[in-house]
């Protein structure tokens, strides 16, 4: 057991670029959580899937942003047309599936990727 | 809609004493759960402690202790003995049936040795 993986760590784009993250969770791990981290701020919720599904989608993820998890192991968050305000520290996490009965399961953090759009 | 606040953006321990961290919440669920979350530079964020809110025993972890006031929605975390390798961001966060964290803005507490 490796931990949550993330790649690249950092990634500088220009203004209108494409970019593409990826993650690997932690094996046997079906859920998997993005969330976006702004310099100085608590990391905020973007999309969380369980397996192959995406099942919640913040208002933060504008059409620009697609995140894909095809075969329920490792996940891709891309991000088209980047802005400036798009700069921040982008982390997954993963969660072993539910106990029966709880609602409940610890989240494990990847190092994220820092993004820097110029 | 759940909201987290933190209202000390900075904090500051001596080395081996005591400190306390400040955390409120709002959420209109029943069944809901506390963390604080600990993020030292530069590496990822690992869970310090966490709070069941149906459990009215305070959650302890050595040398971390938290203070939850569920009718006041407060939920401070102490940290005893404080030591250098306690120096980093701590965010307070809370998770809901909908399956995601919602954090605070986080405090960052420096220890002096």
């Known amino acids: 057991d490796t931990g949550v993986s993330q790649d690249p760590r950092h990634k500088i784009t220009k203004r209108g670029q494409n970019v593409t993250f990826r993650c690997d969770p932690i094996?046997?791990?079906?859920?998997l959580y993005w969330y976006r981290q702004t310099l100085g701020q608590g990391p905020e919720f973007l999309t969380y899937f369980q397996n192959e599904a995406q099942l919640e989608k913040s208002r933060l993820l504008s059409d620009r942003f697609s995140a894909e998890r095809p075969k329920g192991s490792f996940s891709t968050l891309e991000i088209q047309r980047t802005e400036q305000g798009d700069s921040a520290m982008y982390l997954c996490a993963s969660s072993y599936p539910l106990p029966q009965g709880s609602s409940y399961n610890e989240q494990f953090f990847g190092p994220g990727t820092r993004l820097t759009v110029l | 809609a759940q909201t987290v606040t933190q209202s000390q953006p900075e904090m500051s321990v001596q080395e081996a004493e005591t400190v306390t961290l400040s955390c409120t919440y709002d959420?209109?669920?029943?069944?809901?759960?506390l963390f604080w979350y600990k993020q030292p530079p530069s590496r990822q964020m690992i869970l310090v402690i966490r709070q069941e809110a149906y459990k009215q025993q305070n959650a302890t972890e050595n040398r971390f202790s938290v203070n939850f006031q569920k009718a006041a929605k407060s939920f401070s975390l102490k940290i005893s003995d404080s030591q250098l390798g306690d120096a980093a961001m701590y965010f307070c966060?809370?998770?809901?049936?909908?399956?995601?964290?919602?954090f605070g803005q986080g405090t960052e507490l420096s220890v002096k040795p």
């Open positions: 966060a809370s998770f809901n049936q909908g399956g995601k964290l919602i």
């Open positions: 094996s046997e791990h079906n859920r």
């Open positions: 959420t209109s669920e029943s069944d809901y759960y």
